[in-house]
T-cell receptor
Framework: DGGITQSPKYLFRKEGQNVTLSCEQN?????MYWYRQDPGQGLRLIYY???????QKGDIAEGYSVSREKKESFPLTVTSAQKNPTAFYLC?????????????FGPGTRLTVL | AQSVTQLDSHVSVSEGTPVLLRCNYS??????LFWYVQHPNKGLQLLLK??????LVKGINGFEAEFKKSETSFHLTKPSAHMSDAAEYFC???????????FGKGTRLSVIA
């Protein structure tokens, strides 16, 4: 089955701990993305990567970090510097960025910081 | 800069009646436009997309949208709502530059039996 997997589905962490969210795709897509979703705010872009070993900050990158060492993987680390990390996190991928390139989404990870 | 505005945060319809979800966009270039649907606690699924071909775009599950350049609109419609259509819907824009998609804030569709 081709697609995007995110794990885990639910994640609980104590305040002050770093946590890493996994995202893997087998669609052979070049571009990958991380979004944060809060009620009533739509999707906000955290980071995106157009190619291996390269990534750019999105609109709300502060307190987050990413790596892109393999084409199929784009993990997101939520650091202790992120002031309000509890949210639903969505990973996506596409052939390229910009026009004509629809994004394919994973099922999401719900992070709760206690 | 590109942007998208979904004019209603919440729309409620009765089962079997038409659905209209409104979206206006702003773009300096010829835009691509998309509608996505999200069911509770799930990822987003592409409903349909416009990429400068036919202005009336048909999507999955009986949805369609019409690109109107003069009105800068891309409204989503369906002739008859089904209970399974209850979800969050996102209008999305991208222009011809090498930049990621821009998402609207979403419209929550409720379908009443």
């Amino acid at each position: 089955d081709g697609g995007i997997t995110q794990s885990p589905k639910y994640l609980f962490r104590k305040e002050g701990q770093n946590v890493t969210l996994s995202c893997e795709q087998n669609l052979n897509h070049d571009a990958m993305y991380w979004y944060r979703q809060d009620p009533g705010q739509g999707l906000r872009l955290i980071y995106y990567s157009q190619i291996v070993n390269d990534f750019q900050k999105g609109d709300i990158a502060e307190g987050y970090s990413v790596s892109r060492e393999k084409k199929e993987s784009f993990p997101l680390t939520v650091t202790s510097a992120q002031k309000n990390p509890t949210a639903f996190y969505l990973c996506a991928s596409s052939m390229g960025t910009g026009a004509y390139n629809e994004q394919f989404f994973g099922p999401g990870t719900r992070l709760t910081v206690l | 800069a590109q942007s998208v505005t979904q004019l209603d945060s919440h729309v409620s319809v009765s089962e079997g009646t038409p659905v209209l979800l409104r979206c206006n966009y702003s773009s300096s270039y010829s835009p691509s436009l998309f509608w996505y649907v999200q069911h509770p606690n799930k990822g987003l699924q592409l409903l349909l997309k416009y990429t400068s071909a036919a202005t009336l775009v048909k999507g999955i599950n009986g949805f369609e949208a019409e690109f109107k350049k003069s009105e800068t609109s891309f409204h989503l419609t369906k002739p008859s709502a089904h209970m399974s259509d209850a979800a969050e819907y996102f209008c999305v824009v991208s222009d011809s530059r090498n930049t990621p998609l821009v998402f609207g804030k979403g419209t929550r569709l409720s379908v009443i039996a």
